[in-house]
């Protein structure tokens, strides 16, 4: 089992930044891929951003050249830094933790991010 808590969420206007972190415990050494996801009122979730034990990257095209993920394997934590946020950016995050070739099996509370306009 892995545990993840997410915090840094809020309200924040139009054009500001945040920066989420999610720390992960319990059966870590499973972990391999750490993504956030958000999903907005209405809408299916869908993946922001993820990182692999490696460093590489992945991002939404929506949010590409504004948001940046990063990992901290000593912390057991990613962070997710937003910048040049956007209304359409309100959503809840979560984060998620999965193996190499499989799906994504422990999922965080969620945080809200609301971007006034």
């Known amino acids: 089992q892995v545990q993840l808590v997410e915090s840094g969420g809020g309200l924040v206007q139009s054009g500001g930044s945040l920066r989420l972190s999610c720390a992960a415990s319990?059966?870590?050494?499973?972990?391999?891929?750490m993504g956030w996801f958000r999903q907005a009122p209405g809408k299916q979730r869908e993946l922001v951003a993820d990182i692999t034990t490696g460093g590489y990257t992945t991002y939404a095209e929506s949010v590409k050249g504004r948001f940046a993920i990063s990992r901290d394997i000593a912390k057991k934590t990613v962070y997710l830094q937003m910048s040049s946020l956007k209304p359409e950016d309100t959503a809840v995050y979560y984060c998620?933790?999965?193996?190499?070739?499989?799906?994504?099996?422990?999922w965080g509370q969620g945080t809200q991010v609301t971007v006034s306009s």
């Open positions: 319990g059966s870590i050494f499973s972990i391999d891929v």
């Open positions: 998620a933790t999965r193996s190499y070739m499989a799906s994504w099996a422990y």
